[in-house]
């Protein structure tokens, strides 16, 4: 396979390590191969959309995710660097409420993959970050919910000193106790 896999806290959630072919030129990885996801996840799911972000430091964006329609997410950075967090709200799920954060940049290329039925968000480490990610489903905005970042039920360490720069619905995000879930 292009990749290794490598388990996290939380058995559904994967981080896949490229296996990278580089010299003086510069390099290539394989970036996402249907097949290979398969085999590696056991899941066959299609991706539908493919989507960019650019931020800049001390940018947070979520915790998101869409209560109908949920989405799986294949997330990767290809510029600079963030700190990504899943967090389970399958309510049925023994790790419910539980999160699992990464580092993901453009030097270490790996991908996590967030299954359906986990809210999603990242951190800006660098002075800007590219952020690209693969969904399972279509974006519904009447369905997309924002979890409270700094719930303490969550516990998440975040990598940051002070507050973080925040849209407006992250800002208003609800705690977990109070959030919207999956059975």
């Known amino acids: 396979m292009p990749f290794t896999v490598v388990p996290t806290a939380i058995p559904d959630v994967l981080i896949f390590e490229p296996q990278v072919f580089g010299d003086e030129r510069g390099f290539f990885l394989e970036s996402f191969n249907q097949r290979d996801f398969v085999r590696a ?53 023994p790790t419910f409420g539980q999160s699992v954060g990464v580092e993901l940049s453009s030097e270490n290329k790996r991908q996590l993959w967030v299954p359906p039925g986990f809210a999603h968000g990242f951190l800006v480490l660098s002075e800007s970050a590219e952020f690209l990610y693969k969904t399972t489903d279509y974006w519904y905005p009447e369905h997309e919910r924002s979890l409270l970042w700094s719930d303490p039920e969550l516990g998440i360490a975040w990598p940051i000193d002070g507050a973080p720069r925040l849209a407006a619905k992250d800002a208003a995000g609800v705690l977990l106790r109070d959030a919207d879930t999956y059975a």
Do not use: E
């Open 41 to 93: 996840t056991g899941l066959d799911l299609p991706f539908v959309q493919d989507n960019h972000s650019r931020s800049v430091r001390g940018v947070l964006r979520g915790l998101h995710y869409q209560i109908q329609h949920p989405q799986g997410k294949l997330v990767r950075v290809v510029q600079g660097a963030v700190f990504d967090v899943a967090v389970d709200l399958r309510r049925n799920s």
